[in-house]
């Protein structure tokens, strides 16, 4: 049991610690909040349901993980209250539409950042990066692939709109795709007996193959691609304003907080990390340019 | 996103994309009303003549279907029933789900006509010396058809347009190209035209068919 004394040393020594973290925040005066955003008083963030760890349904059926987590840390920087920030759930296939819509404020939603994207919406800097993954049954025939190309001939299910889905229709045109309209579907017939592997980024893969010892990653590695908040095209002051809350949160390491909250330790915590904290084997940057 | 205008020639690189959802499209569409059409005189076969145990297996079968969404239907059939080790590609499952579907609504619809027409008819039939059989195959059958087609035609323009549904699963028809198509190329308003005029097609030119049918049973009969 702890005297008194040391126990009030002990709230001095947090207090103080706690000042010293908040001050960084102090350093909000100069990162702007747009007007209009300010106005609204609250935004509404487009939110991937079925992408652990980074956005998926909690028991309560609401939206959680590192995007959300991250969202909420917009809120709190921009109008002092994480609750400020709500939720839409959004799929490879829709997001971008609601963005340009206008039914959410902006994407922080997986998505990653091609060229062909920049056409439709503005990205503030990168997040995270991550590598494609294909999911294969362990037992199978497939489990000791290591390249994309064994693949051909073979059909690989994944959710329309990804970006896997672009990089093998380009690439890799003899392998026969389905597309769900979530990843989830397409990992649940997956694990059903049909197609031949799932593909998609690695990190929903892994939580898939974590919770289910009959599937596993095969040890294939694609198309590395950045994901990014996106906002509306044109929407310079939102951007710029989502640049610098990136920027502040991998400071403050609020993501390295997230991922150690939304994962277990094992390898997708390490992958997941590493997307956020190390720069990528391709030596691509997390800045991004914007489409004139 | 401001500034974005109707992209017609992106529609038209789209197009044989599209084409092909539409030509899948067609495929689930005919073969499912085929199919319903057979489940539909069949389940009224069995109601008219009252078979004991397949009378109940019919009505069962009709309640459960029309009193429960075609998506969870189908999303049963397709993730559910693999579990029991029945596992059916997409399209096939797709096929089979909507065809027992739209039979469901065939049999109430055949059923109705059948009751609707007149009870001398029978009585007719039976003083002229027909056996039940022979009665309902050569008078109730073809008099029934004569009327049940506008409602038939209902639920075969439902049945193509709830293809659509199929998407979910997987199968490539028109919504499944249309929406891939909005997820890769962020091209909503052309895709959904061409889906809008797509479905729109397909079902005018089913009901100018009815039509034709209706017309030619028609004949002889008074209007």
Known sequence: ?292 | MGGVEFDWQYLWSATPLLLAGLQMTLILAVTCIAISIVIGYAGATVLFFNVPVLKTLVRSYVSFFRNTPLLVQLFFFYFGLPELGIRASAITSGIIVLSIWAGAYQIESIRGAIEGLSKGLLDAAKSLGLRPLHAFVLVVVPLATRTVVPAMMNTAASTTKNSALLTAIGVPELTYIAMDNVASDYRALENFFALFVGYVTLVLAMSSIATLIERRLGRGFKA
């Open chain 1, 1 to 292: 049991m702890p005297t008194l004394a040391v126990r009030r040393a002990v709230l001095y020594a947090s207090a103080f610690l706690a000042l010293v973290a908040i001050a960084p925040t102090a350093m909000a005066a100069d990162t702007k909040v747009p007007d209009e955003l300010k106005k609204a008083g609250e935004f509404r963030v487009g939110v991937k349901c079925d992408a652990p760890p980074f956005g998926y349904m909690d028991e309560q059926g609401k939206p959680t993980g590192i995007d959300v987590d991250f969202s909420r840390y917009v809120a709190e920087k921009a109008f002092g209250d994480p609750e400020k920030a709500t939720f839409t759930c959004v799929t490879s296939a829709t997001r971008i539409q609601m963005l340009t819509s206008g039914k959410i404020d902006f994407i922080i939603a997986t998505l990653g950042v091609t060229d062909e994207r920049k056409k439709s919406v503005d990205y503030a800097t990168s997040t995270n990066w991550s590598g494609s993954g294909v999911l294969v049954k362990s037992d199978g025939p497939y489990s000791g692939f290591t390249k994309l190309e064994e693949f051909d001939g073979k059909e690989l299910l994944t959710n329309k709109g990804s970006l896997q889905a672009e990089d093998i229709e380009k690439n890799h045109p003899n392998i026969k795709l389905t597309k769900f309209d979530n990843l989830n579907d397409a990992i649940m017939a997956f694990r059903q007996g049909r197609g031949d592997g799932v593909t998609q980024d690695n990190e929903p893969l892994i939580a898939a193959a974590e919770k289910d010892p009959s599937v596993k990653l095969a040890g294939i590695s694609f198309a590395i691609g950045w994901a990014a908040p996106a906002v509306r095209r044109h929407d310079e002051a939102l951007r710029l304003f989502m640049n610098d809350m990136v920027t502040m949160a991998k400071k403050e390491g609020v993501f390295e907080a997230s991922v150690g909250k939304y994962t277990s330790a094992g390898v997708l915590r390490d992958m997941t990390l590493k997307g956020y904290v190390e720069p990528p084997a391709d030596g691509s940057s997390d800045q991004n340019t914007v489409l004139p």
